[in-house]
């Protein structure tokens, strides 16, 4: 069985080409182009920017997956596509032409969620995760933590109420003039940076207050939402405070700034993890990709439990890309055994959630 997966929520264009074998699914090609170069000037995505640029490299994108995958479009068995969330612009472009590609090889056309397939990038790696799984989902757009009782079965039991983590990430680099993506910029000066230097809030959020059956207000729970804008104020405020800043300064506010933001995940991954006593942990979205979070949350629940693995994929696999959506479809055909129905009669959804 071969799938083949396009993916253009945001500002990266991408196709790839997945093969099932004796091992379970693995991919052949996953070619992502990358726009950074195109929006960096602008110190953020530009939808209209990004959509015309969707346009000009999908194609290409396409026959380069295939190429690399020695596949030809007759031996495509699925065609599968994000269909949201993300900027419309941006999606229509990878959804039309996913539809265009079905309907002129009759072969099934699979819509998938992006969120979905952040989460199933971990389904790539040879050794798969066990259910039941909590996964934290970080990235530009999203901060989540879901708990897995199976297979494309997904409860939320934590979000974010304001800002994203990698959105922090971005807010911060921009406050530190430092360029974009915030992310990748911040973890890079962080390495010779004192962490402690500066000290940030810690973030600690409850659940609105219940009453008892006696109607008396009972102690708020904590809760596993998230919230980051106020750091990212608190930033603001040391940088106003300070005037012009230092190559010193900026390394040493990036590390703090940074270990703020580690510390909020790992907290409430670790209050997860003791409510749920999940077999696996898995970790996700672009954020994913920073080194130093991977190692914290990976201590952190080795530490928390001998019994819960940590997984993570390898870094092409946590930013945006289209191998993680293929493997999402993948799952998807197991589970209808093969009865997959085509799906054209569908639009690109730019608030599509994860039910
Ligand atoms: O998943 P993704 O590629 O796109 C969305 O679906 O949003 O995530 C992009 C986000 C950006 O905010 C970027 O700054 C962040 O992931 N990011 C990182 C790192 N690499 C990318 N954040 C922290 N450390 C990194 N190394
Ligand atoms: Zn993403």
Do not use: W
Request: proline residues 5%; hydrophobic residues 40%; neutral net charge.
């Amino acid at each position: 069985m071969k799938i083949l997966s396009l993916e253009s929520s945001c500002d990266e264009t991408s196709a790839a080409v997945l093969s099932e074998t004796k091992e379970g699914p693995v991919l052949l090609s996953n070619v992502v182009s990358s726009q950074i170069d195109i929006h960096k000037k602008y110190g953020g995505v530009v939808p209209e920017v990004a959509a015309r640029a969707h346009i000009e490299n999908i194609i290409p994108v396409i026959e380069e997956a295939l190429k690399e995958s020695k596949t030809t479009l007759a031996g495509i068995d699925y065609f599968a596509v994000t269909r949201g969330p993300g900027l419309i612009g941006s999606l229509v472009v990878g959804v039309e032409t996913a539809k265009a590609l079905a309907q002129a090889t009759g072969k099934p056309l699979i819509p998938l969620n992006h969120l979905e397939g952040h989460i199933y990038a971990n389904f790539l790696e040879k050794e798969k995760p066990k259910f039941p799984i909590i996964a934290l989902l970080a990235s530009g757009g999203h901060t989540i933590l879901i708990l897995m009782r199976d297979h494309l079965n997904y409860e939320v039991i934590g979000s974010t109420r304001d800002d994203a983590a990698g959105e922090a990430f971005d807010k911060g680099a921009k406050i530190l003039e430092l360029g974009y993506p915030g992310g990748p910029i911040i973890s890079a000066l962080a390495e010779s940076g004192d962490e402690n230097a500066y000290p940030f809030p810690t973030i600690d959020l409850t659940e609105s207050p219940k009453r008892n059956k006696d109607g008396f207000l009972v102690k708020p729970e904590l809760s596993m939402d998230f919230s980051f804008s106020g750091l990212k104020t608190a930033l603001l405020n040391i940088v106003k405070g300070k005037g012009k800043l230092t190559e010193r300064d900026k390394k040493d506010l990036s590390a703090s700034y940074q270990k703020a933001i580690i510390d909020h995940l790992v907290q409430n991954s670790l209050r997860a993890v003791k409510k749920y006593h999940p077999k696996s942990f898995i970790l996700s979205g672009g954020v994913a990709a920073n080194k130093k979070l991977r190692e914290r949350l990976g201590g952190s629940i080795k530490g928390e439990s001998k019994n819960v693995s940590f997984k993570v994929p390898e870094s092409i696999l946590c930013t945006d890309n289209a191998g993680m959506m293929a493997a999402t479809a993948y799952y998807k055909v197991k589970k209808a055994e093969g009865k997959i129905k085509s799906d054209l009669d569908f639009s690109a959804e730019p608030n599509l959630e994860l039910n």
